[in-house]
């Protein structure tokens, strides 16, 4: 049955807090009902309370500026999976386009894929700060007072639950200023360009306007440090960090810059600190391996590519960084295969060194012909015999991991030393004089 319903779900990426805060609060203050993640909700009850909040409502509003559809290429995105089911469901879905949003920029046409592709093509209505209120009440007159056949499903008890915690504490909040949104603006126009003269004087006008915008911080110690201005991008992201200490980029970034300055060990206590508050970060791992690298820590560094590896299995500079370790090391067959794994998930054509590492590699093969060596992962020990057997496929390894390895054999053993010979392998029986050891 058609009827006019007054029940909102508001969708946007943190970034756009105060647009949403001050949306919520016109909206309530007319006697709407909307629902609005003001705290945020966790990935477990996202099913439970996100999804039943937009089925339960009429209207669905998502907010669009430059920097929200950032990640909405991935189809486990929040913010792309709120907008699906939205259209699934099929609720009166309004697009506000805040100033700068342009669905023509290839920065956004590259992130609407899929069902996604089809939100540029609803009734969309621009918001700037200058003329909010007017906006609201557009908003309210015109997109939101319509005649629906929508049908609004019943909402769990928790998501209900869920939803009044989220209206209180959003009640609660200082009533956002015409200030806020203005330098929201300027942040915006800031992600938007490519310019990074623009960029530093954007970000740098929306802190002017609100002091404490941890993210206009942020965002220009990254353009500081692009700038190779480390100094000034350290004092922004440390400026961020006060702010905003769950900002876990800030730390890694800092770390970066530090490392670059040559200040080691402050790099590493960044790294940590980021690692800690977020034991998924691949890239914080490469870049505290990097460090342990420059360190001369070789067995630190290893370690922390190896867990970015595991982490993300195609992170192209990671199995570089390694490699150069291996080769560091004199471990030829280890690098060889870290380097060609670096060429496997396409390292080589996103930097343009596809010939350099090639060459590296058939240099590395040259090195690797004819050094002793001994396979590990199918050598196998008979104790009966004191014979390690070893496969015609040779793993090379340098004289100190030789001995860890040989420490682990048992008393009066004897060893199959294999060496490359051509295309073939000659392998020798040596009896190994532990009683030396």
Known sequence: MEHIEKTVFLSYRRTNTPWALAIF??????????????????????????????????????????????????????????????????????????????????????????????????????????????????????????????????????????????????????????????????????????????????????????????????????????????????????????????????????GCARYHKGDLEGAIEDYNVAIRLKPDYASAFNSRGTGHFAKRDLEAALRDYGEAISIKPDYALAYYNRAEIWQKMNRWIDAIADYQKYLDVGGGESAGDTEEVEEMIRNLKKKSCGMPGIHLSTAKIRPESGYLSCCSRVKFMDADVMKSVFRSFPPKATLVVCRAVGTSMVSTRVPWPWSSR
């Not at 907008?83 to 697009?95: D, G, H, L, Q």
């Not at 440090?225 to 992201?237: P, V």
């Open 25 to 254: 609060q016109n909206l309530t203050h007319h006697g709407y009902d909307v629902f609005f993640d003001f705290n945020g909700i966790t990935s477990g009850d996202f099913e439970r309370v996100i999804l039943g909040n937009i089925h339960a409502r009429a209207h669905f509003l998502v907010l669009l500026a430059p920097s929200a559809l950032e990640r909405c290429g991935k189809p486990e995105d929040w913010f792309r999976r709120e907008i699906e089911s939205a259209m699934e469901f099929r609720r009166n879905i309004v697009p506000l386009m805040l100033e700068s949003f342009d669905f023509g920029s290839p920065g956004i046409t590259s992130q609407l894929t899929g069902k996604l592709a089809t939100l540029q093509h609803y009734n969309a209505l621009r918001v700037h700060a200058d003329y909010f209120e007017e906006a609201m009440d557009r908003l309210r007159d015109r997109y939101l007072n319509v005649v629906l056949d929508t049908v609004v499903h019943p909402v769990s008890r928790a998501a209900v639950r869920a939803a009044r915690v989220e209206q209180a504490a959003a009640s609660a909040a200082p009533a956002v200023t015409e200030r806020e949104l203005t330098a929201q603006e300027w942040f915006e126009r800031g992600f938007k360009t490519n310019d990074h003269r623009d960029e530093e004087l954007f970000f740098s006008e929306a802190i002017r306007l609100q002091p404490d915008y941890a993210l206009a911080f942020y965002n220009r110690g990254i353009v500081r440090q692009a700038k190779d201005d480390l100094e000034g991008a350290i004092e922004d992201y440390s400026e961020a960090i006060r702010l905003r200490p769950d900002i876990v980029e800030a730390f890694k970034n800092r």
